[in-house]
Nanobody, 120 residues
Framework: VQLQASGGGLVQAGGSLRLSCAVS????????AGWFRQAPGKEREFVAA?????NYADSVKGRFTISRDNTKNMVYLQMNSLKPEDTAVYYC?????????????????WGQGTQVTVSS
C-alpha cells in the first residue's frame, strides 16, 4: 500500500487548506485511514481518523473534517479556522481492517508528509 499526501502550504491564521491523500495498492474502502501531524521538536500526534465514522483530536474538533472517496481511493482533511499552532508536517496513514485508531502505532502504512504553515 502506498500513500501520497498533498495540499499543504502557507496560509494566514483563520484561513483554510484541504489536504489530500491518494491511496494505491489496495482500495481505500478496505482500510481505515488517519491523519497525524508533527511539529518541530514534538512527537507525532493524532489529528483525525475515519472508518465507518470519524473521530478527531480535541484540538481540531469543530475546525477540521476528515472524509474519504472510495471511488477515487482518496482521503481528505479539510482544515478551517487554522491557527499558528496547527503548523506541522501532516501525514496520512492507513491500517488494514474496518477500525480506525488514534494511536501512531496503530498504522502500518504512511505517506511522506506535507508541510502546513500557519502565519499569525
Amino acid at each position: 500500500v502506498q500513500l501520497q499526501a498533498s495540499g499543504g502550504g502557507l496560509v494566514q491564521a483563520g484561513g483554510s487548506l484541504r489536504l489530500s491523500c491518494a491511496v494505491s495498492g489496495r482500495t481505500a474502502s478496505h482500510y481505515a485511514a488517519g491523519w497525524f501531524r508533527q511539529a518541530p521538536g514534538k512527537e507525532r500526534e493524532f489529528v483525525a481518523a475515519i472508518s465507518g465514522f470519524a473521530n478527531y483530536a480535541d484540538s481540531v474538533k469543530g475546525r477540521f473534517t476528515i472524509s474519504r472517496d472510495n471511488t477515487k481511493n482518496m482521503v481528505y482533511l479539510q482544515m478551517n479556522s487554522l491557527k499558528p499552532e496547527d503548523t506541522a508536517v501532516y501525514y496520512c496513514a492507513a491500517r488494514s481492517g474496518p477500525y480506525a485508531s488514534t494511536s501512531y502505532n496503530g498504522y502500518a502504512y504512511w505517506g511522506q508528509g506535507t508541510q502546513v504553515t500557519v502565519s499569525s
